[in-house]
Structures are given as structure tokens and as C-alpha cells.
């Protein structure tokens, strides 16, 4: 197919100003796909991070960008190559890089996408206003199995973000003993069928859990939650870092004392994009009431500004036709 075809994107124009816009693609090459997006969803940590002008140091990135990993849509045009998916299919797609006149970190948050059909993902029945919330759920799957085998054992989320909410699910699904979910904000808590909430800090977690717990997910990206999750911990636990953090902070002595083991978790992989998925579709893991936030695309500063600055609300979801 021809360059030069028109979308609509949601554009971070430079730090703290974003539009919705007109942008050209390139040509689609004969292994990829051009998917129309029907729903994508609101990153609130990379996104915002993009908006507040602290781009990572990646050569000759700059603004005007679209960022985004989080669509969903039906595939309109397939190249001659393509054989993984035909046309009227509904597909998960992580951002594309597809656009001849404004750059893109990661992209998704466009009307059209161009990708490489190997790397969308066929719903195979989960709702297309639920799909983007595969790229968090796939994170976090990958979490959760970097945890190990959870069976019988006592384990707790704290941080019931996006990223937790999607951990805890996956967690209850893998025969925890005991289990609690921790977060400041009590709205965020109770939606996790099985956990036990804790509803003020990871501190009051161990008191709730005076024996210890075997292995915590550390979701809230917040450094010195590290010291307080090893006093909540079981000597030789496991901690599990779901979010980012740009400094740890904890005494060694914690951490030393309990001989705790550290583990880091970044990206989904693809193997997390379809585990994730083929839970979601079995019915394994229910996801509906976190995408019950939603905006057409033309409202986007106010979905912007609920997914950047509403405590109580856990994912944004764009709906753009």
C-alpha cells in the first residue's frame, strides 16, 4: 500500500502540551498490517513522564511525538506476505512506528497503525474496549511468574495501580495461602476476589501479617517501600519489583538480616502477551471494572487529565470510532 495515508494521533507537541492531529503514514510492507484503532488506553507512568519533558536518552528522539503502546482495533489491509491474520480480525497491537513526519515512542496512540502482523495479537473474543489493558496485564504477568511457584504461600501486592490490580489477579489465580492486597488509597482495594485489604500502608502489612509473608510485589515505584516490605517479609522471602524506581532505599541490615532476595521485573515478552490474553478470554482473570473509564478521543485533555491526576481512577480508555 501506498505512503502518504492519513491518521489521527494524539501528539505530545513539546513538554506539557499535547493535541489531537493529522499525521501521515509510510507504505505498509508485504509482512505487515494496518490495523484501525477502535480503543486504546492512557499510560499514567510513561505517558506522563513524556508530557512532563523527561524523555529518555535515546538518539534523535524529540518532540512533536505520538506516544502510546496500549490499542486495539481491526486489521483493514494485509500485505501479501501476511498469513497469522486476515482481514476483520480483531487484534491487541503495542505501538507502531509508522508515521513519515512526526517521531514516535512507542506510537500507539494513533487512529491507523501499521505492524508487523507476527507481532499483533488476535483477541480470540476478549472485548475490544478491554484489549489495551493487555500491555499492562502481560507486564505484570511477567511479574508475577518471575515470583515463582505461589502455591500455599503467603504473599501480599502492594500497590493497587494499574500494574497491581493486574498482579493480584494473576496471583489469585496461582493458589496463594495467604494473601493481601495494600494500598493507601481504599478505593483502590476490595476488587480482588480472596485478598484480604489492608488499607493504610505496606507498614500496617506487617502487622497484619505478624508471621511474615514468603513473597511481596512491590508495585507503587516508590524507593523506600523497599526497607518496609523486608520488615513485613519471612526470612529468606522474596520480593518482587513490578514498577520502576528511580532510586532503592532501604538498610542494608533489613534486607540482610531477613537473607532477602531481590528480583526485578521489566517488559512483557510475547509468551506474557498471549498468557495474558488466553486467561483473559478463558475467564481466568476478569478485567471489565478496569476499563469502565472511558472518553471519545476528542475529549482527550480531560481523559489526560483523569488518568494523570484522578487517585481513584486506575486506566483511561480512548475510544476512537
Known amino acids: 500500500m501506498n505512503g502518504g495515508s492519513a491518521a489521527r494521533a494524539i501528539v505530545f507537541a513539546a513538554a506539557g502540551r499535547l493535541d489531537l492531529r493529522a499525521v501521515t503514514l509510510r507504505d505498509c510492507a508485504t509482512d505487515e498490517v494496518i490495523v484501525e484503532t477502535r480503543f486504546s488506553s492512557i ?19 524529540g518532540y512533536p511525538l505520538i506516544p502510546g503502546y496500549e490499542a486495539a482495533g481491526v486489521v483493514t489491509h494485509c500485505g501479501d506476505a501476511v498469513t497469522e491474520v486476515k482481514l476483520g480480525d480483531e487484534v ?22 501499521i505492524k508487523k502482523a507476527a507481532h499483533v495479537i488476535p483477541l480470540h473474543g476478549i472485548p475490544l474496549a478491554h484489549a489495551p489493558l493487555l500491555a ?11 515470583g515463582g511457584d505461589l502455591t500455599g ?3 501480599a501486592v502492594v500497590g493497587m495501580g494499574a500494574i497491581g490490580q493486574f498482579a493480584a489477579r494473576f496471583v489469585a489465580t496461582m493458589g496463594p495461602g495467604m494473601f493481601f492486597e495494600s494500598d493507601k488509597n481504599p478505593q483502590r482495594l476490595g476488587r480482588i476476589p480472596g485478598a484480604q485489604s489492608v488499607d493504610v500502608n505496606v507498614q500496617t502489612l506487617a502487622e497484619a501479617a505478624p508471621g511474615g509473608l514468603d513473597v511481596i510485589f512491590e508495585g507503587t515505584g516508590h524507593g523506600p517501600n523497599l526497607a518496609l516490605c523486608a520488615k513485613a517479609l519471612k526470612p529468606g522471602g522474596t520480593i518482587v519489583l513490578l514498577s520502576y524506581y528511580d532510586v532503592l532505599q532501604t538498610p ?26 488466553d486467561m483473559i478470554a478463558n475467564g481466568d ?37
Open 43 to 61: 499510560s499514567a507512568g510513561t505517558e506522563r513522564v513524556l508530557l512532563d519533558g523527561k524523555l529518555p536518552p535515546i538518539p534523535h528522539l
Open 92 to 113: 491487541f497491537v503495542g505501538g507502531s512506528m509508522c508515521y513519515t513526519d512526526v517521531g514516535a515512542f512507542f506510537g500507539g496512540q494513533s487512529s491507523r497503525l
Open 136 to 146: 499492562l496485564a502481560a507486564t505484570s504477568l511477567h511479574g508475577v511468574r518471575r
Open 153 to 155: 504461600k503467603s504473599v
Open 252 to 277: 542494608f541490615m533489613d534486607i540482610f538480616i531477613k537473607e532477602a532476595t531481590l528480583v526485578t521485573a521489566k517488559e512483557w515478552t510475547h509468551a506474557d502477551l498471549l498468557g495474558a490474553r
Open 285 to 321: 482473570v476478569s478485567v471489565a471494572d478496569l476499563a469502565e473509564t472511558l472518553y471519545p478521543v476528542e475529549r482527550y485533555q480531560a481523559a489526560y487529565d483523569a488518568a494523570f491526576g484522578d487517585p481513584s481512577t486506575v486506566k483511561v480508555i480512548l475510544q476512537w470510532a
